[in-house]
């Protein structure tokens, strides 16, 4: 009887720590999935601001021209009318000097409409600007949030990667000290409940899902019969204090 029970005892540790070897398997991958998907995320969202920039950034530099090529025809506007006023001056008379005053007054017009086009091409071009700057300086944070942490990351990755090596190796050397019929339900509950197939009874329900167990059920599970599952959740119940 002394025997019976210290292997029962011996197999409730086993299956808590199998359990436990399960749960640590879990958070290592799905924190090795968390990096992989942060990667991706980041890689993703730098290229398509990349992107953005060098677009915004072709714009710019297009309404950039276009503000240039106005500013040159006011120049050269302005310095048409200072030469009509100054024939104006130096021919004399009354009809040259009316018909030069109306050239002068139609140019002036002219001007005042290319100022007009020179100033809506330089708000364009600001408002262009602002944008590539704010976008300049988004692509630089994400290039420097790529430069540092994907080195940690991937340190974190391969360290995770010599853990989950480690842990599969003691998981595999524990299960092989189950029996064959355990084995088997260990592997059923464990494909439902990769983190957590096993359940402590204990003021008798399962702590789990904390289902109430018939007397019966729970004095077998003290008593160390390793092959019940709880009626609410269906995971391996073993007896043991919180």
Known sequence: MANSANTNKKLG?????????????????????????????LTKEYNELKIQ????????????????????????EQDRIVERRKQLVDLGGAKVAKIMEREVEIATKAMQILETATLEAMQAADAAKSVVDELAVKVAELNKIIT???????EEDLALTKT????????DKL???LDPRLQTLYKRVNARYPAT???LANKNSCRVCYRALPQQTFNQIMAGYY??????????LVYGEE
């Open 13 to 41: 540790k086993i299956l808590l720590i199998l359990s436990e070897k399960d749960l640590k398997i879990c958070q290592a991958e799905d924190r090795k999935k968390e990096i992989a998907n942060k990667k991706v995320s």
């Open 53 to 76: 920039l060098d677009e915004k950034s072709a714009a710019y530099n297009q309404l950039k021209t276009q503000q240039e090529a106005e500013e040159k025809k006011v120049k050269e």
């Open 148 to 154: 540092e942490d994907f080195p940690k990351m991937d």
């Open 164 to 171: 989950l090596k480690n842990l599969r190796a003691e998981k």
């Open 175 to 177: 299960f092989m000290e």
């Open 197 to 199: 197939p096993v359940a």
């Open 227 to 236: 092959l019940i599952q709880c009626p609410g959740c269906s995971r391996i």
